[in-house]
């Protein structure tokens, strides 16, 4: 008994894309509205006293969450600059590849914002403890069970 989908490739190809840009818009909306945010503390009045460590964490968080912006924007340009060419199976690959790396560059922005906001907050020493648990409760959602569940459920 055959499995699976009886499709062509670009049939493939337009069903990989409309999935992958439907998980894109997720994404996207999250790490715009991040870097939005992250994009007003420095026209605020509680930046000036941010001590040196906390400005560079926001520095860094910043440019991180450019880079994922661009990383998770990219697969619309490159659809667009591809449209009509008959690479979509590539596009798709390629699309898919920079929307991990937006992910990981997610994954990164979220941790150095959550990093700086409870320095920022609390002088408890359990900021870095707090913050290693989010990231292992993120790389636990986002990477592990995804993985597990691919590595038990696909048939070789």
């Known amino acids: 008994m055959r499995r699976g989908r009886n499709e062509t490739e670009e049939e493939r190809a337009d069903r990989m894309w409309q999935e992958l840009i439907q998980e894109v818009r997720v994404a996207q909306m999250g790490v715009q509205i991040l870097f939005g945010f992250l994009l007003t503390v420095v026209f605020t009045p ?9 400005q560079t964490i926001y520095i860094v968080t910043v440019v991180l969450g450019a880079a994922a912006t661009g990383a998770l924007i ?3 340009s490159l659809h667009r600059l591809v449209s009509g060419r008959r690479v979509k199976p590539q596009a798709v690959t390629w699309a898919s590849r920079l929307t991990f790396v937006g992910l990981v560059l997610l994954l990164a922005t ?10 920022v907050a609390t002088d408890d020493g359990a900021v ?4 290693t648990a989010v990231v292992l409760w993120y790389l636990l959602c986002w990477f592990a069970l995804p993985l597990w569940t691919r590595h038990r459920y696909t048939t070789r």
């Open 110 to 119: 979220t941790t150095a914002s959550l990093l700086l906001i409870l320095r």
């Open 46 to 54: 509680k930046y000036a006293t941010l001590d040196g460590t906390e």
């Open 128 to 131: 870095p403890w707090l913050v």
């Open 74 to 76: 990219g697969p619309v």
